[in-house]
Every structure is written in structure tokens, then in C-alpha cells.
């Protein structure tokens, strides 16, 4: 089973809808849950950080449930400019020096979404 | 402003001659990260420095090497670059410490071996 996994789609839809992402993880242990956005040939870029309460920004709201080892990232009123892939990103947290700990990432494939007019 | 800096954004090398990639920051992170992505696949962490202490992911061929000479720099040698090297390698950064886990990406060095 892989550490994370998403749907790669891709989805295709029209401007203005709705449309919903799904990830699940592994590794119970996760401590920091992000959705990156990736443009085409372009670097990863922090979409938003997912908190157990959930949290909203914009169109975009982003769920979590550590029960299930879910993360969801719901797009409103979809944007020509939101076609993009989208990575569900989990952060299992290790020790590092000093005591301090820091995070290495752990990529989903990502999720392709175009949004066509 | 840029924060992750690469260098250079595209480079084209010959198959075994040694290439290194450069990524610099100004944002005084404790850790940098190198990550390889190829066409349609997640990133994939090669190696990353916590200040100066080098951790190397399992998987990561010995064809790479890293070296961190200061808190601002961090380079990626390929010694002798295959056909199969060719991708996009992404520099990240993040502060370290609890909570403080959000990762910084460069623009990336699409690299090309002929």
C-alpha cells in the first residue's frame, strides 16, 4: 500500500462547479497534512495546511479525519486559473537534531484537475 | 522576492559527465531538502541536511552526493549522469521544530542528458 494515495483523475469540469479531492495515508502516526498545487513544469506550491477542525480558505476548504486516515480538499466555484495537479502531502514528523523535529514530506501522485469554460 | 533560489533552471548534460546543481535561500532555514520528480510522478526526497547533518534516503542511488557548505547553500552532484536522471530536481526548505514543518519549493533544474 503506498504511504499516499489519491485519486490521479484527471477531472474535467466546467467552470464554476464544485469538485472534491480524496486522500488517504498510512502511516497512523502523521502529524501535518498539506495540499500543495503543482502547475505544469512549475515547482509545488503550498495550497494550504490541514487542521483536524477543519479549515477554510476562499473557495477552498480542506477536512481531515485521523480516524480514517482521510484528507479532503473541496474547490468551489471552480477558476479556469484552479486547472493544476493537486498533491495531498503528509508529514510524518521525525527527531532531528537537538531534539527539535522537522518533517519529511510524503507525496501523493496528485490529483489532475482541468477546468475548461 | 525570491526566497528558494535554483540554479541553473535548465541544464543539459552528456551521459557520464558530472553535473551540480545549486539551490541557495534566504530565508534561514534549518533544513534543505532535494527532491527529483519525473513527467507525472510525485516528488521523490533524495536526501535533505538538517543544519549540517546529512540524511540520505535509502533508496537514493550513489550516483548522488549533496554537500551543504553554509545555512544559505546546498548543491546536488551528479556524478555520471544516465538517461534515466533526466527530470526535474526541486530544492525545498523548511524552518525545523515542532509545527514548523511547511516546505518551501524553488523553481526546480530541469535537467537533460544526452
Known amino acids: 500500500r503506498k504511504e499516499v494515495e489519491q485519486d490521479p483523475g484527471p477531472f474535467n469540469v466546467p467552470e464554476g462547479a464544485t469538485v472534491a479531492f480524496n486522500c488517504t495515508y498510512s502511516?497512523?502516526?502523521?502529524?501535518?497534512f498539506f495540499w500543495y498545487r503543482q502547475d505544469c513544469r512549475k515547482e509545488p506550491k503550498l495550497l494550504m495546511s490541514?487542521?483536524?477542525s477543519g479549515n477554510e480558505d476562499g473557495r477552498f476548504t480542506a477536512q481531515l479525519n485521523r480516524a480514517s486516515q482521510y484528507i479532503s480538499l473541496l474547490i468551489r466555484d471552480s477558476k479556469l486559473s484552479d486547472s493544476a495537479t493537486y498533491l495531498c502531502?503528509?508529514?510524518?514528523?521525525?527527531?532531528?537534531?537537538?531534539?527539535?523535529?522537522?518533517?519529511?514530506?510524503?507525496f501523493g501522485q496528485g490529483t489532475i484537475l482541468t477546468v475548461h469554460p | 522576492d525570491a526566497m528558494v533560489i535554483q540554479n541553473p533552471r535548465y541544464q543539459v548534460t552528456q551521459f557520464g559527465k558530472p553535473v551540480t546543481l545549486s539551490c541557495s535561500q534566504t530565508?534561514?532555514?534549518?533544513?534543505m531538502y532535494w527532491y527529483q520528480q519525473k513527467s507525472s510522478q510525485a516528488p521523490k526526497l533524495l536526501f535533505h541536511?538538517?543544519?549540517?547533518?546529512?540524511?540520505n534516503e535509502a533508496d537514493t542511488p550513489d550516483n548522488f552526493q549533496s554537500r551543504r557548505p553554509n545555512t544559505s547553500f546546498c548543491f546536488l552532484d551528479i556524478r555520471s549522469p544516465g538517461l534515466g536522471d533526466a527530470a526535474m530536481y526541486l530544492c525545498?526548505?523548511?524552518?525545523?521544530?515542532?509545527?514548523?514543518?511547511?516546505?518551501?519549493f524553488g523553481p526546480g533544474t530541469r535537467l537533460l542528458v544526452l
Open positions: 490541514v487542521y483536524s
Open positions: 502531502v503528509v508529514n510524518p514528523s521525525y527527531p532531528g537534531a537537538g531534539g527539535t523535529s522537522y518533517g519529511k514530506l510524503t
Open positions: 502511516n497512523s502516526a502523521s502529524q501535518s
Open positions: 541536511y538538517y543544519d549540517k547533518d546529512f540524511n
Open positions: 530565508l534561514n532555514h534549518n533544513v
Open positions: 525545498a526548505t523548511s524552518r525545523g521544530g515542532q509545527g514548523q514543518e511547511t516546505q518551501y
